[in-house]
């Protein structure tokens, strides 16, 4: 096991941090640190005091916050190998752009593509360094009408490797890290914004930030609602993001920094932000530098015939479309609760795609969805499509590239459930992501009965395993959350690369599907607390979904085969399915009834364990009674069709 925390812990964060680029600066980006973006320069401070501080003021007072979002125009390239292979992932370029106005929501801005990400296969290119393989990689690329974001394998400042760096402010931005944290991190250098610790062990000590702000315009990131910050220096400490440091400034108060900030050095990331006082510099900058860039072109039309479909065991909403757009950079999904005008992204996804499933829905909800091509301002949206959830579950993800070669092999690799030696549940070599679903194929298990849970972790390509934390729950309540007594399975470390644990479903169980939850996550040991929320987010690692289907311990002779029907309310759009208890002692024939009794479909065969779609398209809205019968007499359940 690679158990040398101290330098793996900076390989992750030191070598996987942030970084950017713009030649109007002489000044190169600083080595040996999370990010390669240089301090700002007297000349710069003194730009900010005399031309960004006031217009600050007067954007505050007009809100700028509100209205119409001031749209930012990105051109991305993606480095390549000579042959064309290798390269960073595209989707998760596409992932990391959503994430990215998630976070820049709230002050207005949103970022918008310049067209699909243009790939660059040159191997000359694959490590970059400020100086003359930048200027050869972006000078005869760089769109002057856009901020320029460039992704390659590997960035190096004197020597040290880095994550990304960028310049304030400059229209570009160079990344080896495809992670939304660097990209939101050094577009925010990109519109103006200084690391908060800036200065704060400066030798001058006039030029530090005090903890009462009295000097807060002057130095550090001359915003005055980010605290001052002691990041760096001795006595500065933050253990499992809680911070206990006692060093002090120079009148002798005690530091308080913000350690979820995105601008930050202490990568508390599960819910990283800006400030307000961020934001209005950044629309500040906006307006002073970038307010005239416009690469957008003539929208193209929008996907049609777009489908949404309830999956079964909770498994979110399947999304179809067709007839792709040409030149769309990708295609935005975006999702609105009820009768909501108000619609919110939820993934981006690639040009070429045609599908997408999302994993978590409000529960017990109307959703409606469109998707529309993004690049291109005001570009139309596709048809809307509804679904009807029922119960639905937290998609709870991490951050940091985790699929090897470009990231680190932490993720589950094997997930399996045992009652005995036979196999109730098999994943084997499910291969890397941050979140899974496997929901589709329930394993059954009997109430009061013992199992076996095995979970394994890949190899490092050195053949070691990275030190990981791993926890599992089970819903036995069935109200979406797993947080109940008795509901958390196992959560502890994992010896070498596989674990194996053991438990008991309970006998107050509910019966029918019961979501089952795997999480293996980076053992940090004091850095980050490790995590015992099933749906809060991480750093470095998985999360897995599965189905448990729970019956009664024993099978009674003669006894009435039970069965699930969801989804219930359904819908022609959102056909409704059975699934007849495995433990039934044959096959069984389902019939439909209306409300006068009268049968509405013809009767059909269905197998126990087996999913068996209801055809109701041709039905009315309505009340129906579902029907199985068998030797053993007859179970029903009534139907609602929307």
């Known amino acids: 096991m690679l158990t040398n925390r101290k330098k793996a812990l900076g390989w992750l964060l030191g070598g996987g941090l942030l970084l950017g680029a713009a030649p109007a600066l002489a000044q190169a980006p600083a080595a040996g640190s999370w990010c390669g973006t240089p301090p700002t320069s007297p000349a710069e401070r003194a730009r900010v005091l005399r031309d960004i501080i006031p217009l600050e003021q007067r954007l505050a007072a007009g809100q700028r916050l509100t209205g119409n979002p001031a749209r930012v125009p990105l051109r991305v390239f993606a480095v390549r190998r000579t042959d064309g292979s290798g390269g960073p992932d595209e989707a998760a370029i596409l992932a990391a752009i959503t994430g990215l106005n998630q976070r820049y929501a709230a002050g207005n801005l949103e970022f918008y593509l310049c067209g699909p990400v243009r790939r660059l296969d040159n191997s000359a290119w694959l490590e970059v360094s400020p100086g003359a393989v930048e200027q050869a990689l972006c000078v005869p690329h760089d769109d002057p009408a856009a901020i320029n974001v460039y992704y390659t394998q590997a960035l190096k400042v004197s020597g040290m ?119 209005l510099r950044m629309q500040a900058t906006f307006q002073v530098r970038f307010a005239s860039l416009n690469c957008a072109a003539p929208p193209p039309p929008a996907p049609t015939q777009l489908t949404a479909t309830l999956l079964p065991y909770g498994g979110g909403v399947s999304l179809r479309w067709t007839n792709p757009a040409p030149g769309a950079a990708g295609y935005a999904v975006e999702r609105a609760a009820g009768t909501s005008p108000d619609f919110e992204t939820v993934a981006t996804v690639p040009a070429s795609s045609t599908a997408y499933t999302d994993p978590a829905p409000p529960a017990r909800s109307l959703v409606r969805y469109r998707v529309r091509p993004v690049g291109a301002a005001d570009a139309p949206a596709s048809n809307e499509a509804s679904a009807q959830t029922e119960l639905t579950y937290c998609a709870a993800g991490f951050y940091g590239d985790n699929c090897p070669p ?63 934390l791993v926890s599992a729950w089970a819903d036995y309540n069935h109200n979406g959350r797993f947080d109940d007594p008795g509901e958390r399975l196992f959560q502890g470390p994992v010896p070498n690369d596989q674990l194996t644990t053991s438990f008991v479903v309970p006998a107050a169980a509910s019966l029918g599907w019961t979501r089952l939850r795997v999480r293996a996550h980076y053992d940090f040991e004091d850095y980050y607390a490790p995590l015992t929320d099933a749906c809060e987010p991480g750093v470095y690692g998985e999360t897995e979904d599965y189905t448990l289907l729970v019956v009664p311990h024993e099978p009674v002779a003669g006894a009435l085969p039970s069965f699930e029907l969801f989804p219930n309310p359904a819908s022609p759009q959102a056909p409704p399915s059975v699934l007849l208890s495995a433990i039934a002692p044959g096959p069984v024939q389902l019939l439909v009834y209306n409300v006068l009794g009268q049968r509405v479909l013809p009767p059909q065969q269905v197998l126990p364990g087996l999913l068996a779609p209801l055809p109701v398209q041709g039905l009315r809205p309505g009340f129906y009674l579902v029907q199985t019968q068998s030797p053993a007499g007859r179970s029903q359940r009534r139907l609602v069709l929307r």
């Open 161 to 279: 490797p880095v994550c990304g760096y960028a310049y304030r402010p400059g229209n570009r931005v160079v990344i080896s890290c495809n992670d939304v944290h660097v990209l939101a991190h050094e577009l925010g250098h990109a519109l103006g914004l200084a690391h908060p610790q800036q200065d704060c062990d400066n030798p001058v000590v006039a030029e530090r930030e005090l903890v009462r702000r009295t000097n807060c315009t002057a130095t550090g990131d001359q915003i005055c609602d980010t605290p001052a910050d002691p990041y760096g220096r001795a006595g500065a400490t933050a253990p499992r993001c809680a911070y206990t440091g006692t060093v002090t400034d120079a009148n002798g108060d005690r530091f308080s920094p913000l350690l979820n900030n995105v601008m930050g050095y202490w990568r508390c990331t599960g819910q990283d932000e800006f400030t307000p006082g961020q934001f």
């Open 406 to 468: 470009t990231g680190l092999a932490i993720y589950l690799n094997e997930v399996q459930v045992l009652h005995g030696t036979d196999k109730i549940i098999s994943n084997l070599n499910s291969g890397c992501g941050t979140y899974s679903s496997f929901v589709a194929q329930p394993g059954q298990v009997q109430l009061g009965e013992p199992y076996t849970l095995r979970v394994g972790l890949p190899k490092a390509p050195n053949g070691g395993v990275y030190p990981q």
